[in-house]
């Protein structure tokens, strides 16, 4: 099993930038892809961003292009989601998560994650 936690969440303001943080623990995440997916109250969960086993290559949601960053850090366990330019439309819970054992490339699909985490909540006022 991976448990994953994330951090980072809270207020801001539209234009500023916030960085959440999620941890693993349990089993490695080194040999799997990861991601972060979102939801807002009334809608969907959507997919933001994913990453491949080794950090490379990436994929993002077309609203967060060129605005949002994944990275990860295998040797400790983390993947980040550095966002800017944060608009109020990007308010939602964030979520990360994992595939499964030696699932190394990096989706799009909800479905294909296997491990996820509690969220934390990201709001942008306008």
């Known amino acids: 099993q991976v448990q994953l936690i994330e951090s980072g969440g809270g207020l801001v303001q539209a234009g500023d930038s916030l960085s959440v943080s999620c941890v693993a623990s349990?089993?490695?995440?080194?040999?799997?892809?990861m991601g972060w997916f979102r939801q807002a109250p009334g809608k969907e969960r959507e997919f933001v961003a994913a990453i491949s086993w080794s950090g490379g290559s990436t994929q993002y949601a077309d609203s967060v292009k060129g605005r949002f960053t994944i990275s990860r850090d295998n040797a400790k366990n983390t993947m980040n989601l550095q966002m800017n330019s944060l608009k109020p439309e990007d308010t939602a819970v964030y979520y990360c998560t994992a595939r499964g054992d030696f699932q190394t490339y990096d989706s799009p699909a909800p479905g294909d994650y296997l491990f996820w985490g509690r969220g934390t909540q990201v709001t942008v006022s306008s």
């Open positions: 349990g089993r490695t995440v080194s040999n799997r892809a």
